[in-house]
């Protein structure tokens, strides 16, 4: 199973589902470039790259499939275009509130872009943020933090 998060969401959004998902089945949630723990990107945040960086991180861990592919929010239209491109690599999808198809293409997209690398800088700001001014109850994940002032997405 390959969880998705939603814009601006880490990897860390799983953790529940993932302990509760991983005796039974092998489960795989990762930081999006810019997102969580993981460095900023080197090109544009576009659906067709953040496409590409999956297809990289599956093969990376040498899964060649098929997975289930769970996508959240703005995490559907990137496992929407994986499995229409990984057919044979994709054994289904769960979608969950997903964003619509409508809203990644056109004239949406330069939003989205944007809508990208904002979300990113206020990611990065929060978890940098949190810690030096002591926001943060101690001991808790900057990642968790952060998806919980996002309401959990």
Known sequence: MVFEAGMGSAASQWNHIQRELSSRYRTIAYDRAGVGGSDAADSRPTLERIVD????????????GPVLLVGHSWGGPIVRVFASLHCSRTTGLVLIDATSATVVSGAMTVLNVAAFGVNSLLFRLRRTHAFKRGLLPEGESPEIAAADMDGGT
């Open 53 to 64: 960086d999956l297809t990289q991180v599956l093969d990376a861990l040498g899964e060649t």
